[in-house]
Every structure is written in C-alpha cells, then in structure tokens.
C-alpha cells in the first residue's frame, strides 16, 4: 500500500502526461482583469464608501462636558484607564500575560505618557489663560507630590459619588483641580484643545497615540462606538459603520471575544487577559492554516469529503475513475 | 440621462454617534459621499441576532453567504468543454 | 568552442547558475502555457486569477490615493470615488480569495510536492489581512480612531505595540503603502511562479489504477 502511495505521489509531483485543453493565460488574465474592474467600478458608483468624520475634543465636550470634565479629573487622579494602563505608555500597571509571559511587560516602556501632564498640565500651559486658571496651574505646579494626589483623589471620588454631574459635586477641598478641569473644558470646547493636543509642541505631527488614548478614557468614544455596533464583545471588530460590509475576514478572531472564558474579565487567567490569549491562539491558528498539508487529519479531509467528485467530474467521468469506496 | 454618478450630501447621522450637529457640518467641510444608493448605505446598519451572542450585520452576512453560494456554483455548474480536441499529452509548452 | 562546453556542463558562475536553474524549472513555457491538463475544467480555477486582477484593482486605486495623500478623499468628489474603488476592490479581493483558497483546500492542491504554493498562499492571505488592517487604520476618520483605540490593547497584550503601533498614523499609513504591499507583492509573485512551476495539481484518485474503470 505504501509503495502504491509513493507511485501515486511521485507520478503527481511529475509533469502531466495526459490529455491537455487549450489555454489562453493572457486571454484569462484580461479578461478577469476588466470583469473586476467593471464590478468594482459598478459597485463604487452605486454604493460609494464610508467615511464617518473622526471625533474632536471639541465635539466631545461641546456634547457632553461634564463626561469630558470627569475625564480630564481622572487624568489628574491618575484613575483614568490611560494612567494605570502599563507598557507601552508608562509603569503604572503589569500589563497582560500569558501564564508566566508578561511580554507587555517585558517589551517596556516605548511611548512614554504622563496622563496628567500632558493631557492637562501642558496644554493648560501652552495656552494663555485666564487668571484663575493660570493662578490654579502655578498652584498645582508648586503643589507637593502629595497634595496633587490628595486634592485630585479626593474630587474625582467626590464626582464618581454624584454619577460625574458636574455641578451637584459637594463642596470640599480639592485645591486647584476643579478650576485646572474647568479652564480644560473651556479649551477644548473651543476647540483649542484638538490642535494643540495635534501640535504637541512641534510643527509637524504624524503620531496619534496621545489623542486617542485620552479619548478613550472617557465616554464619548465609547459611545459612538457602541452606537457604531462597533464594540469588541458584539462582534463589532467584523462591522464597518454605515450599511458596508466589514472587514468580515475577522470573523474567527472576532468570535472568540463573544464566547467564554474569553468574554468574562473576571475569569482568571484567560478571561482576565483574553487579549493575550486570543492573540496567541490565533497565531497558533494561522500557523495551524499555513501548516495544512502536513497535519495528518485535517490534510486528508478533502480526500475523505469528495468535493473533489464535483470539482473534477468530467475527468472523471471520462478516465472512468469511480469512487472510493467508504471505509 | 442621469450622471454617470450622483453626489448626494453626506447623510452624516449626528444623532446615532451622540455628537452635536455643529461638529458634523464643521468636520464635514464640503465634503460629499459619491455613490448612488449611499445615502442609503449610510444609515445605521441592520443587525441579525441569534441567542444571546450571534450578532452580524446584513452586510456581512450577505457577504458570506454570496461567498458560499458562488463556492457551490462554481464547482457545481459545467465548465465549458474544449472544442478544439487536444491529442493524448499533446503538449502545446512544446 | 571548448570553454563553452565546459561552462555548460559545470557552471562556476553565480549568473550561469541562476539561468540554468532558471531555464530548468521555469521555463517560458511554462510560465505562459497554452495549455492546461484536460481536468483543469472548472469555474473554481478563475478564482485565482480573479483574487490577482482585484489586487491589481487595489493597487491601481491606492497608487491614485497615496498621490494625494490620506485626507484627500474626505473634501474631494473625486477622492472619494476613487476611495470607493480601493473600498470595494478590497471587499472583491477578500471574496475571490476566500473562495480561491476553499477552492484549493477541497482539491488538497498540496499534493505531489505542491506545499509551498499552499504555505506562500496562506501567507499570502494572513499578509492581506495586515494589510487591509493597516489601511483601516490609515482612512483618518471615526473607524480609524475607532479601530486604533480597541486594536492597541491587541498588540499591546503581548508586546507587539511597542514597536508596532497602530495609534500612530505615521507608521500605519508608511507600512500600508510600503512595507506591507512591498511583501504582499513579493509572497504573491512567488505564489504564482510556483503554481507555473508545479502546474495544476491532478484531481485525487487520478493515478489510482484501483478505481479505473469502476463504474461511479
């Protein structure tokens, strides 16, 4: 049986010997060619393209300012999801890992951001402001280590208990914090905040992590996204906005976020650090779909299954060549 | 005779992603969404759900299915036979 | 008259090497053949020719795009309908693959020493998906901020974003139009070349001489 095997295989390594059809290669090529131009072309005059306009600092504000408000409280807190998050950014947090792998960890700090500073601090600076603001940055900038904290803290917990409304805060000692969160809003619903957060002290700017990072601590991004039906847990990684379809190729890698232990933070180790693990898991499967015809099992499938019968039938039929019989 | 392409005003929807109408027309500066049916193509999208965790838009769906369907067609309908009869390994490369 | 020989026989030179291997394996013959074996009759087989004419659509459209660089589509009629082109050229690209690919994996075309067609094949596909990534990320609009934000956590679980870095648009938009389609175009034209150097893999059972002439 083996020696029929490697007769087989040998004979199918070797150049075909049988019967042989005309075949234009050229012919094919342009003709396939204009047959997708002309869909793509059909498709793009019919259907166009999304193009969802990006969010602003001033859009978020001018939308919800007291959510934009908690935010720049929280990035003075150091509570906000950008300050504790860990490699890359800063040291705040162990990152995920996989078991004994802490490779976010391992990999280091190579963005560094200091969520207070240079989400508020900074571009509070770099823009003349009113007294009281300024009065309040200068405070703050002479404040001990200690008393930033404490004043910061103290207000963001202050705001957490009234649910982030602003003006049912109660009142207490929060040093310069509430006058820094306020001349922030003002900024960005000026819209001063978007350019400046661009610039970030330089004339030409191609980097984006800062922005997006403080956008992503409060809610306003969030929101569009689940709008959007864009959110990781319903499948959003798969979904474009609009009524187009999506990057539907990532449906296995978007599935496992919908099934648990992947779906459930509170699942240790995997639902904990499902980033990881389904990162890792479909590394194992892409190698696994590259690797095919030398999985014993799965490269046979297609032999067992006769797709083949259809594919091939008129060989088939005309070599006589019939079925296998099932085992 | 119609255009070879409309140009039909975005259809920006402030409302479904929560921001201010202001901020649509300021970002929107001009800008206008080519296509025939895009306005249409840019409404919320449709959502097909089953249990409580199969979620999938129309779009890819019908995207899917399509794949399938012109998988089936393709190894099911006859291939177009040879008319110009070939002899045994008559090799044309040569 | 002499030397010729010689260099013939037993090239020292790297050049002579090269084309006689060349010569040997792929032969303009087969890289442009006017015939297919007999059972090279199936609707199925267009689809790789399909997956290579959308990349030419994409490619095509992108070169128009990087002209005018990424923010163009959003103030210009004509950007935006070229954006469309890249749009649905990607969508086709995808379509035509995965069915190419279904295609190839239900003829286990890897058989008789065809797997590197399949391996650079599916790298292909895992490339492709970089890719397009890399453009969703560069379309500098909601979904890219969208994406950008939700995709880091991703890479940064496992320690990728440190190096790479999907929230900065500069290095997203250089690896889509570069490095990405530089290696996309690259594992696509050793794909095809192999393809013509194996030719098309015979159906299965067509040497099994236990099923000739069993009747269905």
């Known amino acids: 049986m083996s020696a029929d095997k490697s007769a087989i295989h040998s004979k199918e390594s070797a150049p075909w010997q049988g019967q042989v059809r005309r075949y234009d290669i050229v012919k094919e090529g342009v003709i396939a060619l204009l047959i997708v131009s002309l869909l793509t072309l059909t498709l793009s005059i019919f259907m166009g393209s999304p193009d969802e306009p990006s969010l602003t600092f001033k859009g978020w504000a001018a939308s919800n300012s007291d959510n934009f408000y908690t935010t720049a409280v929280q990035e003075l807190a150091g509570t906000?999801?950008?300050?504790?998050?860990?490699?890359?950014?800063?040291?705040?947090?162990?990152?995920?890992?996989?078991?004994?792998?802490?490779?976010?960890?391992?990999?280091?700090i190579h963005h560094p951001i200091n969520s207070a500073n240079d989400f508020v601090i900074t571009p509070l600076g770099e823009q003349q402001q009113p007294a009281e603001v300024a009065a309040a940055l200068s405070t703050w900038r002479s404040a001990a280590v200690v008393d930033k904290q404490r004043w910061a803290v103290d207000y963001d917990a202050a705001l957490s208990a009234v649910e982030g409304k602003v003006s049912a805060v109660k009142s207490g000692d929060y040093g310069p914090v509430p006058t820094l969160a306020k001349g922030l809003t003002a900024m960005a619903t000026s819209g001063a905040l978007d350019g400046l957060l661009l610039s970030q002290g330089g004339f030409f700017q191609t980097d984006h992590t800062k922005q997006i990072l403080f956008f992503g601590d409060g809610a306003y991004l969030d929101d569009a996204g689940t709008a959007a039906n864009l959110q990781g847990g319903t499948w959003g990684m798969m979904n474009e906005t609009g009524r187009y379809p999506g990057q539907a190729w990532l449906w296995l890698y978007s599935l496992w976020y919908q099934i648990p232990p992947f779906n459930n933070e509170e699942s240790h180790p995997i639902g904990a650090n499902a980033d990881a693990y389904i990162l890792a898991l479909m590394g194992f499967m892409t190698l696994g779909l590259v690797m095919i015809p030398f999985i014993p099992g799965v490269r046979s499938l297609p032999i067992r299954i006769p797709l083949h019968r259809a594919i091939w039938r008129q060989y088939y039929q005309t070599e006589g060549i019939g079925k296998r019989k099932k085992k | 005779m119609v255009a070879p392409f409309l140009y039909i005003e975005a259809s920006f929807k402030a409302t479904s992603l929560n921001l201010v109408k202001s901020e649509s027309a300021l970002l929107i500066r001009g800008a206008k969404v080519t296509g025939f049916f895009s306005e249409f193509m840019n409404l919320n999208a449709v959502y097909l759900k089953a249990n409580s965790w199969l979620s999938i838009s129309v779009s890819n769906l019908v995207v899917i299915i399509s794949m399938l369907v012109?998988?089936?067609?393709?190894?099911?309908?006859?291939?177009?036979?040879?008319?110009?009869?070939?002899?045994?390994?008559g090799r044309g490369q040569k | 008259m002499m030397s010729n020989k010689i260099e013939t026989q037993k090239p020292d030179m790297w050049t002579a090497r090269l084309r006689q291997s060349w010569q040997k394996n792929l032969p303009i013959e087969k890289l442009l053949p006017d015939t297919q074996p007999a059972y090279v009759a199936s609707w199925i087989y267009v689809f790789g020719v399909l997956t290579l004419s959308a990349l030419a659509v994409i490619i095509a459209s992108g070169v128009v795009l990087a002209f005018e660089g990424p923010s163009w589509y959003h103030i210009s009629d004509a950007g935006r309908f070229v954006n469309s082109l890249h749009f649905w050229s990607v969508q086709l690209f995808f379509f035509f693959m995965?069915?190419?690919?279904?295609?190839?994996?239900?003829m286990a075309a890897w058989r008789g020493k065809r797997q590197a067609t399949w391996i650079t094949g599916s790298i292909a596909f895992v490339v492709s998906i970089a890719t397009a990534f890399t453009g969703y990320l560069t379309q500098t609009n909601f979904d890219s901020q969208w994406i950008a934000f939700e995709a880091k956590d991703g890479f940064n679980s496992v320690g990728i974003g440190a190096w790479f870095t999907v929230t900065n648009l500069g290095q997203m938009l250089l690896m889509h139009v570069a490095f990405l389609p530089l290696v996309l175009g690259l594992i696509t034209v050793i794909h095809v070349l192999q393809v013509r150097r194996k030719g098309v893999v015979p159906p299965i059972d067509a040497f099994d001489q236990t099923l000739k002439g069993v009747n269905k």
């Open chain 3, 98 to 106: 995965v069915v190419h690919l279904w295609g190839k994996f239900w």
């Open chain 2, 70 to 89: 012109i998988f089936f067609i393709a190894i099911s309908i006859p291939f177009p036979k040879d008319h110009h009869e070939s002899s045994k390994n």
């Open chain 1, 80 to 108: 906000s999801e950008s300050a504790g998050y860990g490699a890359p950014y800063n040291d705040a947090g162990v990152g995920l890992n996989l078991g004994p792998l802490w490779l976010q960890k391992w990999a280091g």
